[in-house]
C-alpha cells in the first residue's frame, strides 16, 4: 500500500503561483510513476502532469509553459509548480502513484486550487 498526502493548495489571484506537494509513504520502493490529474466543476477529471521514476515528464497540452512537475526520490515527494494560473485552472487536484508490478494506482484525497480575484 502507498498513501499519499497532498498540500499545498489555495486561493490566488489570476497569473499567480502555487506550488502542490504530495509526500508518499508506506510501499514507496516499488512506484513507478507518480503524477497529478485534476477535476473542475462540471468536468471530467483530466491528467495534468505525470513523472516516471527515472524523471520522464508528461504535461497536458492547456499547462505546457506554465506547469512544471518534478520529483525529490529522497523525500518520496512529487511537486506540481504552477505559474501563469488561470480561473480555467480552478480545481480539485489529485496526486497519483502506479505501484509495480501491475501498475496499482493509489489516490491522495484531493486538493482545492481556486484561481480567483
Known amino acids: 500500500q502507498v498513501q499519499l498526502v497532498e498540500s499545498g493548495g489555495g486561493l490566488v489571484q489570476p497569473g499567480g503561483s502555487l506550488r502542490l506537494s504530495c509526500a508518499a509513504s508506506?510501499?514507496?520502493?516499488?512506484?513507478?510513476?507518480m503524477g497529478w490529474y485534476r477535476q473542475g466543476p462540471g468536468k471530467e477529471r483530466e491528467l495534468v502532469a505525470a513523472?516516471?521514476?527515472?524523471?520522464?515528464?508528461t504535461l497536458t497540452d492547456s499547462v505546457k509553459g506554465r506547469f512544471t512537475i518534478s520529483g525529490d526520490n529522497a523525500k518520496n515527494t512529487v511537486y506540481l509548480q504552477m505559474n501563469s494560473l488561470e480561473p480555467e485552472d480552478t480545481a480539485v487536484y489529485y496526486c497519483?502513484?502506479?505501484?509495480?508490478?501491475?501498475?496499482?494506482?493509489?489516490w491522495g484525497q484531493g486538493i482545492q486550487v481556486t484561481v480567483s480575484s
Open positions: 497519483y502513484a502506479d505501484r509495480a508490478p501491475y501498475g496499482t494506482r493509489s
Open positions: 513523472i516516471t521514476r527515472g524523471g520522464r515528464t
Open positions: 508506506g510501499s514507496i520502493f516499488i512506484i513507478n510513476a
